[in-house]
């Protein structure tokens, strides 16, 4: 970090009064929380514990009808890894479809190849779908080896942006990978940084990378008993959490 990052004027692109933040959400209610909290932009999923599954069309309408935000939709049908087969990916598929005929802003997604490259048929197909609206690579791009391949097939393609904690476990410890992939590309494709962000990181985090937004789902644990069935806990966005963010930036 040098004195021009600490410094940037407002009219500067750094200025960090132009950052956005999106939450990621399972329900209406934590849409309407991040839209009071200050929030710019949803993504929404159903199961966030398992980092984030298709949301029912149901879902969406009932978001969209609450709040005014852009809404982001995820497309991943299971848990674990982003190697799909045949039938996942025309599931895949058919949700992307019927998520953007219901209204959505766009469509959050990953599929990997065999070898760990970009499933660019099934890519390709996406974007021809989704047109005008908005095409978001996922986390998927942080468990490969060679992402930078990824990102400029992405570019290429025209997705709009990349979720990442590049390459570890939260952003703060790919924060250098981060960086390096919004200088190298960040002019061609939006580097969206996710994983942890909290209100005592996120200053520092923007700084540092010199990203422009950010992504977190601001959660607090809430509460509902399931034993023996399930857990008992399930995170809920999180109103404070949110305009703590907002707050820690505004203060910069």
């Known amino acids: 970090m040098n004195a021009a990052d600490i410094g940037a004027r407002k009219d500067d692109p750094r200025s960090l009064d132009r950052v956005k933040i999106e939450v990621c959400i399972a329900s209406v209610a934590d849409a309407v929380a991040a839209e ?16 984030g599954l298709t949301p029912p ?36 598929h058919a949700c992307a479809k019927r998520l953007l005929e219901a209204g959505a802003d766009g469509i959050v997604c990953g599929a990997l190849n065999a070898n760990d490259g970009l499933h660019s048929t ?17 986390r998927a ?6 992402p930078e ?4 097939e992405l570019i290429a393609l025209n997705t709009t942006r990349v979720l990442t ?8 410890e790919g ?23 909290r209100p005592d990181n996120a200053v520092k985090l923007l700084r540092q990378t010199g990203c422009q937004q950010l992504h ?7 509460t509902d008993a399931a034993s023996p069935v399930g857990a008992d806990e399930y995170p809920a966005a999180s109103q404070e959490v949110i305009e703590a963010v907002r707050a820690a930036i505004a203060a910069e």
Not at 36 to 50: F, P, T, Y
Not at 72 to 88: I, K, L, Q, S
Not at 122 to 138: C, K, N, P, S, T
């Open 216 to 222: 977190g789902t601001f959660s607090t644990p809430t």
């Open 57 to 92: 069309v149901a879902l969406l309408q009932q978001v969209k009808s609450a709040v005014s935000l852009p809404v982001v939709c995820m497309v991943r049908p299971r848990g674990g890894g982003f190697h799909y087969r045949a039938d996942e990916l025309m599931v895949m």
């Open 36 to 51: 009071r909290a200050g929030a710019d932009r949803l993504e929404l999923n159903q199961a966030i514990e398992l980092g």
């Open 149 to 152: 391949k990824v990102l400029e």
């Open 122 to 138: 099934f890519w390709r197909d996406l974007q021809a779908m989704v047109r005008y609206r908005e095409l978001i690579f996922h």
């Open 141 to 146: 791009i942080d468990t490969i080896e060679s």
């Open 175 to 197: 924060i250098d990978q981060i960086h390096r992939w919004q200088s190298d590309f960040g002019s061609k494709i939006e580097i969206l940084p996710g994983s942890g962000v």
């Open 165 to 172: 904690s590049g390459g570890q476990p939260t952003v703060m």
